[in-house]
């Protein structure tokens, strides 16, 4: 087992995880500001906390896992409901911006399985590890995504 996060290997966690934890948190708060507070917070956590994490994987998970409940904690408070959506809108394509709101507009469990599949490269297994759930339910999951998200952007052609 590792020891605690110590400070000289900060600044290389900082690199190697912020623009993942940055973009999970946009993903499912849809705010720029609101996904870099909360990437703070994860770190934050991670230094304060000083968790013995077995390896470099278990880091990204442990970093994951906080952040999504730090996305939950947000998105239950009364605050949120008060914030503007998406401040990258601008920046996409047109078609991008289709499939995009099309997956926003799934079921959590098969956004969340979507995500980290498709956007951060998981594994079936691994994206299964992440969400405490067995690999046959996320692969189910993203079989029903996909079913919805044709149907959704093809207009049931």
């Not at 708060?29 to 077995?54: G, M, S, Y």
């Not at 880091?59 to 409940?69: E, G």
């Not at 079936?124 to 079989?143: D, I, M, N």
Request: charged content about 30%.
């Amino acid at each position: 087992m590792r020891p605690p996060v110590q400070e000289n290997d900060i600044e290389q966690i900082l690199n190697a995880y912020s623009d993942m934890v940055v973009r999970i948190a946009y993903h499912h708060v849809k705010n720029r500001a609101d996904a870099e507070d909360i990437a703070q917070e994860a770190f934050v956590r991670l230094i304060t906390a000083q968790p013995r994490l077995e390896n470099e994987e278990h880091q990204k998970a442990w970093l994951i896992r906080v952040t999504v409940n730090l996305c939950k904690n947000l998105l239950r408070s009364p605050r949120s409901r008060e914030l503007p959506l998406d401040d990258l809108e601008e920046d996409r394509a047109q078609e991008q911006r289709e499939i995009w709101d099309a997956v926003w507009r799934l079921p959590a469990k098969f956004r969340n399985a979507v995500y980290l599949y498709y956007y951060e490269g998981y594994s079936v297994a691994e994206t299964a590890a992440l969400l405490g759930k067995k690999p046959g339910t996320v692969a189910s999951w993203l079989h029903r995504a996909r079913l919805r998200l044709k149907t959704d952007l093809t207009g049931g052609i």
